[in-house]
């Protein structure tokens, strides 16, 4: 069975500083993989994906994350944070043997406080 | 605005009461699944369809039902409330089929729920 381990409940950091937010998943197949956001009192939304190709993602807000298949991690990181990236990370996977029936598989979810 | 409507956003139950949550989307998705969002354990998948007609369980199924007669509705049941099942909920759909729409959920805004 496959599963999504995101190896930190919280993360404080103050403005400006990196961040790292880490995943790691379990799969004997190859898989698909996802961050979502999800900013206070709202829905999920898509922040970056895998999919195939450069394993190297990058999302329109500055974060980044990178595939490593020898390490099944999917690390997503950003160089400087801002007070509006605050909100709840989860990091997902899916089959890309199942993906057309649309299952995701979610870690725990991440809480990224970001500090003045 | 195009997307994913849930209502109710808020709703308390009492144990045994039954009640409909429910779900549309207006951009034409085949696919739409429900999840709960509870604290520590990331979403979990409860029901999910491919497409009008047909409908399938995920992990967390019971006490729930779900129906899909058309493209545009997916409401999801609680036929008899338990303490359980309070939770958040989240409708999501996905557009596309094959690689370049592989999973990317599109997700409302949630209902929370409460039963005592």
């Known amino acids: 069975a496959q599963s999504v381990t995101q190896l930190d409940s919280q993360v404080p950091v103050f403005e400006e500083a990196p961040v790292e937010l880490r995943c790691n998943y379990s799969?004997?197949?190859?898989?698909?993989l996802f961050w979502y956001v999800q900013y206070p009192n709202q829905g999920l939304q898509l922040l970056l994906k895998?999919?195939?190709?450069?394993?190297l993602v990058e999302s329109i807000n500055g974060f980044e994350a990178e595939f490593n298949k020898s390490q099944t991690s999917f690390h997503l990181r950003k160089p400087s944070v801002h007070i509006s990236d605050t909100a709840e990370y989860f990091c997902?996977?899916?089959?890309?043997?199942?993906?057309?029936?649309?299952?995701?598989?979610f870690g725990q979810g991440t809480t990224l406080q970001v500090k003045p | 605005n195009a997307g994913v409507t849930q209502t109710p956003k808020f709703q308390v139950l009492k144990t045994g009461q039954s009640m409909t949550l429910q779900c549309a989307q207006d951009?034409?998705?085949?696919?739409m699944s429900w999840y709960r969002q509870d604290p520590g354990m990331g979403l979990r998948l409860i029901h999910y369809?491919?497409?009008?007609?047909?409908?399938d369980q995920g992990e967390v199924p019971n006490g729930y039902n779900v129906s899909r007669s058309t493209t545009e509705d997916f409401p999801l049941r609680l036929l008899s409330a338990a303490p359980s099942q309070t939770s958040v909920y989240f409708c999501?759909?996905?557009?596309?089929?094959?690689?370049?729409?592989?999973?990317?959920?599109?997700f409302g805004a949630g209902s929370r729920l409460t039963v005592l």
């Open positions: 999501a759909s996905r557009r596309g089929q094959g690689l370049a729409g592989a999973n990317v959920l599109t």
């Open positions: 799969s004997s197949v190859s898989v698909y």
């Open positions: 895998y999919l195939s190709g450069s394993t």
């Open positions: 997902a996977v899916s089959l890309v043997s199942s993906s057309n029936t649309g299952k995701l598989i």
């Open positions: 951009m034409n998705h085949e696919y």
């Open positions: 369809s491919v497409g009008a007609g047909i409908t």
